[in-house]
């Protein structure tokens, strides 16, 4: 958190909302904010660029909320905090949120900031991987926590996952450029803008052109907080939308934003540009534009329960919760 | 290093910058071997990194540092506590010995989770985790040390009519200072190590987060710098705790002399029993500890799993068995590496200690190197490794061998500093060859640190196979444990807990077994309690 960004809470919970509201625009005069916390699902980035954006440009603040953005990590599951109530928001994917409900924990998913799944097979223009059929007979690197998406890509195109010879890497492309590995497991925001940073062409196959239908970075809460807290959830999910507008609208103050907010992150700005870019259609499609960002219908989660049901997580319409977007976009 | 050769000017200065050359020298044609792998950057490229980002490395160290040294502070404070309570009230040393185990068994993805949901953001977890990665290292060498105190100090404190207190501030404390120095060199690293990986968590800043950053994004530079300025700190503390150690302890040891007779024992059956007892009573302790934790803090079970949920888990519920079923593959799968990856992290700890007792030339080549094993972290370097030896034994059995001989090395050295200078003396007096000065005399004074130091790898090496086998194998109880991120089977992590934390108490004993085997032979005096 900035300096600034403190400074502002600190006012805010005095009770001088005017000078907040001077600086912020007068829409929403409150007397008191609420502090709630977002989990993010991993370490900041232009990933989370519209929550920067609803937090910068006080489209939270002038809800009443003021919302904390807890940085994730490789140790830092989304779902502990949640379910604990640190974090009144948490922000999943559609078989993670499955996985935990199977487990127990009472989740709904309130938005869907990537319509598309950024699940992708990367690989090296030498030696392409432009189908799924292109897998057989490969070597792919992967952390073995996503064997299941490799079985579900395979099932879902006829694909004998035993002609692929699956390498346990970290989430790493070097494995791919040292010639390891034919290819790599990754999302299609991280590891192959790496390589493009890096001057290394890759090949990109997104796994949701092959029917790999599946919600991510999914907004959870809890059934509890949908009963008791809806108005914070509906100005945090409010802003949330407002900043993911705004990012679409302007790509380059979303990046700058983000450089500047974090100058101890180890962030490069080619590198956040242009993930920056690559995450717009995976967030934003013709069903976003027609019912607003977040939005999902009843024919997605159909997809989507499909999809769970091959990665062995059975799943009901009812874990999708629209009632908070219906308030916002309504 | 400090260690074994007296810094003597200007040879040592000469010495050091000899080894620093060496070792820029082999990174840099280790460099060139792997160029274009994006896997090792040289010092040419790491040195130019560092001149462009030296403002942004800087404000991370420092985060980390204080991260570090609060982690250093408390763990070893924690040590010294619990080593004391041993000492003072000898009863409670199984209970004790086996609460700091089992902590120490924790993994990662476990305490992450709680630590975060405990402390929120800041840095607490880091804090906690850097001192839960030191205490261990520091306890068990101190228990050690409070009891390898020579015979004929306490005779002396008899014969001036001093009862038991004197014994201890006179002889067990001041018998203790070389392996609390020890503990407190591994400790160094181990802290830094700890803290890096602590900001795993969900830490906003720190040369950990950076790590993270520089491996996904290719930036093979940013990677080895950060790895470069860690190992360096991590140097620089140990050599400062070095000075110190030499300063502090007793410049010649004395000759710890064997009283011949052994405490009067009873029959087996009845020793057999008590122990039996003890061990059970000490497991139903833990267990309540456990749930009691768990309680205090009101963690929600839906990630931190009470004993009762465990209970269900594996012996009640409907499909129990297929969850023992799991449990049991992956745990004999563990196993089979566990065995040669602990030998093989002892075997090299104690090997180099012995070969710089032999040609302390090596020290300020071979000490630095360690150091740098030891504190940049296994997800920098296992690549690496894994490149050079693959993904089979050979490359699982370095990565753990990498990740735990660091202590077994430090014990060993100080053990080695252990021997009599008198017997000592009188060898070099009569010209014996430093194998026989070895053999004779350095390495039975060696055996009380060699067994700390079989002991601390055995949970160290438990942990280490699971991590080996998170990063390069995808099989046995780290695969299954590093699958909870994604599948929030929090069930199945605390049950491969559960073995993790059996089995190292198992070892633990059985090293213990043989301790006392051995040392009833070379060293009784230290049996004596």
Redesign the interface.
């Given at each position: 958190m900035t300096q600034f960004d403190l400074s502002r809470r600190h006012l805010l919970g005095m009770g001088l909302g005017g000078i907040s509201a001077m600086a912020f625009g007068a829409r929403g005069l409150h007397a008191q904010t609420t502090q709630v916390a977002l989990q993010l699902s991993w370490?900041?980035s232009v990933q989370f660029a519209g929550s920067y954006i609803a937090d910068e440009r006080g489209f939270w603040a002038d809800r009443g909320l003021s919302v904390?953005l807890?940085?994730?990590?490789?140790?830092?599951?989304v779902?502990?905090?949640v379910?604990?109530g640190?974090a009144l928001v948490g922000i999943s994917a559609a078989?993670?949120t499955a996985?935990?409900v199977?487990?127990?924990?009472p989740f709904r998913i309130i938005g869907v900031a990537m319509q598309n799944n950024p699940f992708a097979i990367a690989s090296l223009p030498a030696n392409p991987v432009n189908e799924p059929k292109d897998l057989e007979g490969k070597r792919i690197g992967m952390?073995?926590?996503?064997m299941p998406v490799l079985r579900t890509l395979c099932t879902l195109n006829g694909v004998d996952i035993e002609r692929i010879e699956?390498?346990?890497?970290?989430?790493?492309?070097?494995?791919l450029?040292?010639?390891?590995v034919d290819c790599l497991l990754c999302w299609s925001t991280?590891?192959p803008v790496?390589?493009f940073?890096?001057g290394?062409e890759s090949v990109t196959m997104l796994m949701a052109d092959f029917g790999y239908t599946l919600h991510s970075q999914t907004y959870i809460a809890t059934d509890d907080s949908l009963a008791g807290r809806r108005a914070d959830l509906v100005a945090l999910m409010a802003g949330e939308v407002q900043g993911w507008e705004a990012y679409r609208a302007d790509l380059d103050a979303a990046t700058d934003l983000t450089l500047a907010r974090?100058?101890?992150?180890?962030?490069?700005r080619p590198?956040q540009i242009e993930q920056a870019r690559r995450q717009v259609p995976l967030m934003f499609s013709d069903l976003t534009d027609a019912n607003g960002f977040g939005w999902w219908t009843d024919d997605t989660v159909a997809q989507n329960i499909e999809t769970l049901a091959l990665l062995g997580m059975p799943v009901e319409a009812a874990l999708w919760d629209r009632s908070i977007l219906e308030e916002v976009h309504g | 290093m400090t260690l074994l050769a007296q810094p003597r000017w200007p040879g040592a200065v000469g010495r050091s910058l000899g080894s620093v050359a060496l070792v820029l020298v082999l990174w840099h044609l280790m460099a060139l071997s792997v160029a274009g792998s994006y896997m090792l950057a040289g010092p040419v490229a790491v040195g130019q990194y560092l001149a462009e980002n030296h403002v942004l490395i800087g404000r991370a160290l420092w985060v980390t540092v204080q991260n570090a040294g609060w982690g250093f502070l408390a763990g070893n404070l924690a040590a010294i506590v619990l080593a004391l309570i041993v000492a003072l009230v000898p009863q409670s040393r199984m209970l004790v010995s086996a609460v700091a185990l089992v902590v120490f068994c924790l993994p990662l993805v476990a305490t992450g989770p709680v630590l975060r949901v405990l402390y929120g953001p800041g840095p607490g977890p880091q804090i906690t985790l850097a001192a839960l990665s030191v205490y261990f290292t520091t306890f068990i060498p101190l228990l050690v040390g409070l009891r390898a105190a020579p015979g004929n100090w306490f005779d002396m404190i008899r014969l001036y009519g001093r009862g038991t207190w004197s014994a201890f501030v006179h002889v067990r404390i001041m018998a203790a200072m070389p392996y609390l120095m020890a503990g407190l060199q591994v400790a160094a690293p181990a802290a830094f190590l700890g803290a890096m990986v602590g900001e795993f968590t969900g830490a906003e800043r720190g040369l950990g987060v950076l790590t993270l950053r520089a491996m996904r994004g290719l930036d093979v530079e940013a990677t080895w710098a950060i790895a470069l300025v860690a190992a360096s700190v991590s140097m620089l503390a140990y050599g400062a705790i070095g000075l110190l150690a030499d300063r502090i302890s007793p410049a010649r040891p004395e000759i710890l002399l064997a009283t011949g007779t052994t405490p009067p024992r009873g029959p087996l059956a009845l020793r057999a029993l008590r122990g039996l007892t003890l061990v059970l009573a000490t497991g139903a302790v833990l267990v309540g500890l456990w749930w009691l934790a768990m309680e205090v803090f009101a963690l929600s079970r839906f990630f931190a799993k009470r004993p009762d949920d465990i209970w269900r888990y594996l012996v009640t519920a409907a499909n129990a068995e297929a969850h023992r079923a799991t449990l049991w593959a992956a745990s004999q799968a563990t196993l089979v590496q566990v065995v040669p990856g602990y030998l093989a992290g002892l075997g090299f700890g104690a090997g180099l200690a012995l070969l710089l007792a032999l040609a302390p030339v090596l020290a300020g080549a071979v000490l630095p190197l360690a150091i740098a094993l030891r504190s940049v972290p296994i997800v920098a370097t296992a690549p690496l490794i894994v490149l050079a030896l693959g993904r089979g034994p050979v490359g699982t059995i370095t990565i753990v061998a990498v990740m735990t001989f660091f202590p077994a090395l430090v014990a060993c050295i100080h053990g080695l500093r252990q021997a009599p200078g008198q017997a000592l003396d009188l060898m070099r007096l009569y010209a014996t060859n430093p194998l026989a000065r070895l053999w004779h005399a350095q390495l039975p004074a060696m055996l009380p640190a060699f067994f700390a130091a079989a002991r601390l790898s055995v949970p160290a090496a438990i942990l280490a196979v699971t991590v080996a086998e998170w990063l390069a194998t995808g099989r046995g109880l780290g695969a299954l444990m590093a699958m909870t991120a994604s599948t929030s089977d929090y069930n199945l992590l605390w049950s491969a807990i559960l073995v993790v934390a059996c089995g190292s108490a198992l070892g633990y004993g059985l090293v213990g077994l043989v301790e006392r085997a051995v040392l009833a032979r070379v060293a009784p005096e230290q049996l004596r309690r």
């Open positions: 370490l900041h904390r807890d940085a994730g990590g490789p140790n830092a599951p779902e502990p905090p379910v604990s640190t078989d993670y996985a935990a199977q487990q127990g924990a952390p073995l926590a996503n699956v390498i346990p890497t970290q989430y790493d492309a070097a494995p450029v040292a010639g390891e991280d590891l790496a390589m940073v890096r290394i974090f100058p101890d992150a180890g962030l490069d590198t | -």
